[in-house]
């Protein structure tokens, strides 16, 4: 089982350049998230999506954005990035949007932006 | 605000030497505890959900704890391959995460 699928693994930008990360999960889950996590900050919440066709602002949203483009995938784009968007960038998903689910991540892209 | 926080930050054991980790919240409305596993280069691999105070859930050689304000991890006689980040998250309007303990075992 492939589960949460992230790409690419590692990328290095320059300020002002624009990307686009990529997730997909093959679990049939409803709710997709992104976090960032940062040493010494733990995992904070960037945006997720509830449902297909939903998507809502979590703890750190400023400078990034999401698409839902169907039921297994969720983009997160930097539309131009800065070197405090250096971190390591986490999809997750769950079975649905309740609180009570636990959420499976991927392996995570590790962002540098120079 | 909900907050959650794991002590220590490290911890250094030997092999076969028992302890436990910590993680204290305060949330409003408790509903329920996650704890993950997370390796070097790795997302967090979820272990255990507990629901309730009182709860215990097992896994080899761990076992999560739930009371009403904190949530411990024991793991009883560790060996190398538990060395690990081991991080709690409590629901909220989403996922609130500590920030974990660094756990490494030495043979």
């Known amino acids: 089982n492939a589960g949460v699928t992230q790409t690419p693994k590692f990328q290095v930008l320059k300020t002002g350049q624009s990307m686009t990360l990529q997730c997909a999960q093959d679990m049939n889950h409803n709710s997709m998230y992104w976090y960032r996590q940062d040493p010494g900050m733990g995992l904070r919440l960037i945006y997720y999506s509830a449902s297909e066709g939903t998507t809502d602002k979590g703890e750190v949203p400023n400078g990034y954005n999401v698409s839902r483009l169907n039921k297994r995938e969720f983009s997160l784009r930097l539309e131009s990035a800065a070197p405090s968007q250096t971190s390591v960038y986490f999809c997750?998903?769950?079975?649905?949007?309740?609180?009570?689910?636990?959420?499976?991540f991927g392996d995570g892209t590790r962002l540098s932006i120079l | 605000e909900d907050q959650v926080t794991q002590s220590p930050e490290a911890l250094r054991l030997q092999e076969g030497e028992s302890s436990s980790l910590n993680c204290s919240y305060t949330?409003?409305?408790?509903?329920?505890l996650f704890w993950y596993r997370q390796d070097p280069g790795k997302g967090p691999e979820f272990l255990f959900t507990?629901?309730?105070a009182g709860e215990e859930k097992e896994k080899e050689r761990l076992k999560a704890t739930l009371t009403k304000k904190e949530s411990f991890l024991h793991i009883t006689a560790p060996k190398p391959e538990d060395s690990a980040t081991y991080l709690c998250?409590?629901?909220?309007?989403?996922?609130?995460f500590g920030s974990g303990t660094r756990l490494q075992v030495q043979p």
């Open positions: 998250a409590v629901p909220s309007t989403t996922l609130t």
């Open positions: 997750a998903s769950s079975t649905s949007g309740g609180a009570r689910q636990p959420q499976h």
């Open positions: 949330v409003s409305g408790l509903r329920g």
């Open positions: 507990l629901y309730s």
